[in-house]
């Protein structure tokens, strides 16, 4: 799976980076807002999105609220991180449309765990996508009508005296 991760602190976005190559992700980094959004825009295959809260140029808040108003950001799994530990501050992350957040400093465990997490959410979307699509075609196929010859009941659809 493809993963953005957007931080303008090198500390930071190196680190997760790193872990998350060794989770097994590809991994594209970016180091402000503005930066992450374009990358998403030219990289149509992510789905996992980790955006500090506060960057230069475009902020977390504006990425991610710019992310949840096109018509593909429903498809992106976004994750907040934080070092604030506001609770108004959370209240906006999930406003601005976050699936969820980490708050730094993290231990690199809450960062496998929330990743884990999103990608089995990020797994079951696709799943229900596809179960959609599914009965989509099921819906156009023409359903016979019960009763008829072709059901063994009587060609002419008229009661037997069994059926009175």
């Known amino acids: 799976m493809h ?8 500390t930071y976005r190196n ?3 790193d872990l ?3 989770y097994g992700f590809e991994v594209t980094a970016a180091e402000n807002g503005r930066a992450a959004y374009e990358a998403l825009v030219d990289h149509p295959d992510m789905r996992l999105v980790l955006l500090d809260w506060m960057m230069p140029e475009m902020d977390g808040y504006e990425v991610c609220r710019r992310i949840k108003q096109q018509e593909w950001g429903d ?9 604030s530990r506001m609770r108004d501050d959370l209240l906006r992350i999930v406003v601005a449309g976050a699936d969820d957040y980490l708050i730094k400093p993290f ?4 960062l496998k765990i929330r990743v884990h997490a999103a990608t089995r959410i990020i797994e079951l979307r696709a799943e229900l996508t596809e179960a959609r699509a ?5 819906r156009s196929v023409p359903v016979p009508v019960a009763g008829g010859a ?6 002419d659809d008229r009661p037997t005296r069994q059926g009175l």
């Open 20 to 22: 998350l190559t060794r």
């Open 150 to 155: 072709a059901e063994g009941g009587r060609p």
């Open 15 to 17: 680190l997760m980076e």
């Open 75 to 83: 498809r992106i799994y976004t994750i907040i991180v934080t070092g």
């Open 134 to 138: 599914e009965l989509e075609k099921l």
């Open 107 to 110: 231990d690199p465990l809450d």
């Open 3 to 10: 993963v953005l991760i957007a931080d303008d602190d090198p």
